[in-house]
């Protein structure tokens, strides 16, 4: 099988890419990615020799590539996107352009050439539970909050739309929040761990007390696996976390602890605006069709999580040089 994975470069998808050659290493693998802030090939330099992996960089917009590459593979796994609901709150334009438009791209192509397709959603796009509410599952009504999840709550009603007019072959995933390696220190926990480790305190927004359902990210990609394999064409499948709903700042607290530091290092800093209070996800539908659930619990994936930062001082270094320095300045000195 030739598989085109889009976003590749990035966090889950360079996890992804690491995790499908292992696992299905006859397949030949296309990373299709632009090498925004968050994409870094580095994150694949293990396998970036390997005869059945090839890079191209590119923008999912381009449709000239775009149709090109997805008439030559034969199924598409689509991470690309940009990601981080800060930053669309400073700027949403780039949010609306590759996650709208470029999936409309990937869809045209897909369309063309009769390719399957599927497409990495966010819980996200249910906005947000009370404490106390059920989980989002599969019938969840959409109500995104940010200008991220509105991205992508619209990418979803897209590739579904796709699949009723034109009958484009198509699944789709919702899954909580990810972390694991190569996860770009922007994000909570691999920014609060590398924070700790130089010495530096960590920004917990508002009071702390909003929940997040963490799930490791080989659980997820193996999760992506199984509905490649066994989803049913046109379903959606939620993949969520081991055990792991927790508020900011205990999740801080553990890392503080895992760290060896003490609570004189959280620092309460301005809320973000429209700050979604909690996230849960129902994987009931994937355990019963696809036999799929998390295998990771959130003190074990930390801890991996953990030993991989140190190990990578020098890959967290960089991301954290040059461009990085001027978003973290204008974002937290708001
Ligand atoms: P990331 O920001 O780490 O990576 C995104 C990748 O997409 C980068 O390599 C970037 O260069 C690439 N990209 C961005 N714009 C592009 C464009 N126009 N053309 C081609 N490539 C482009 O993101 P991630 O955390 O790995 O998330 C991957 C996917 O998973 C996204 O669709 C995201 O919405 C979804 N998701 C993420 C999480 C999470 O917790 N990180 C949870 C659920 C779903
Ligand atoms: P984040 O990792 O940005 O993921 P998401 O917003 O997609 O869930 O944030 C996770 C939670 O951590 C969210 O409630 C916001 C909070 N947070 C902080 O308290 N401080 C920070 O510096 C960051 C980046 C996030």
């Not at 598409?76 to 709150?89: G, T």
């Not at 995104?144 to 009723?164: E, F, I, M, N």
């Not at 490649?228 to 607290?253: H, P, S, V």
Request: aromatic share 12%; charged share 30%.
């Amino acid at each position: 099988m030739k598989l085109l994975v889009t976003g590749g470069a990035g966090f889950i998808g360079s996890n992804f890419i690491r995790y499908w050659m292992r696992e299905h290493s006859q397949d030949e693998i296309v990373n299709f990615d632009l090498l925004t802030y968050a994409g870094n090939l580095e994150n694949l330099k293990d396998v970036a020799d390997n005869k059945n992996y090839t890079f191209v960089k590119g923008d999912i917009c381009d449709r000239d590539l775009v149709f090109n590459l997805i008439r030559d593979n034969d199924v598409v796994v689509h991470f690309a996107a940009e990601s981080h609901v800060d930053r669309s709150i400073m700027d949403p334009s780039s949010f609306i352009r590759t996650n709208v438009l470029g999936t409309q791209t990937i869809l045209d192509a897909v369309r063309e050439y009769k390719k399957r397709l599927h497409h990495i959603s966010t819980d996200e796009v249910f906005g947000a539970l009370r404490p106390g509410e059920p989980a989002f599952n599969e019938q969840t009504r959409y109500a995104p909050r940010s200008p991220y999840s509105a991205s992508k709550a619209a990418s979803d009603h897209l590739v579904c739309s796709y699949h009723t007019t034109y009958g484009i072959e198509m699944t789709i995933s919702n899954c909580s929040n990810n972390y694991g390696p190569y996860h770009f220190p922007e994000k909570i926990i691999p920014l609060f761990i590398s924070n700790l480790m130089e010495g530096k305190k960590v920004p917990v927004y508002g009071d702390g007390q909003q929940m997040r359902d963490w799930i490791y990210v080989e659980d997820h990609n193996r999760g992506v696996d199984m509905i490649l394999q066994k989803g049913k064409i046109g379903e959606t499948y939620c993949l969520g976390g081991k055990d792991a709903e927790i508020t900011n700042l205990e999740l801080t607290k553990k890392l503080i602890e895992l760290l060896g530091r003490d609570e004189s290092y959280i620092e309460y800093v301005k809320d973000r605006p429209g700050h979604d209070r909690r996230y849960a996800i129902d994987y009931t539908k994937a355990k019963k069709e696809l036999g799929w659930e998390p295998l990771i619990d959130l003190d074990e994936g930390l801890r991996m999580t953990i030993d991989w930062y140190k190990n990578n001082q020098e890959w967290v270094g960089r991301c954290k040089s040059g461009a990085y320095q001027e978003y973290y300045e204008e974002w937290y000195g708001r």
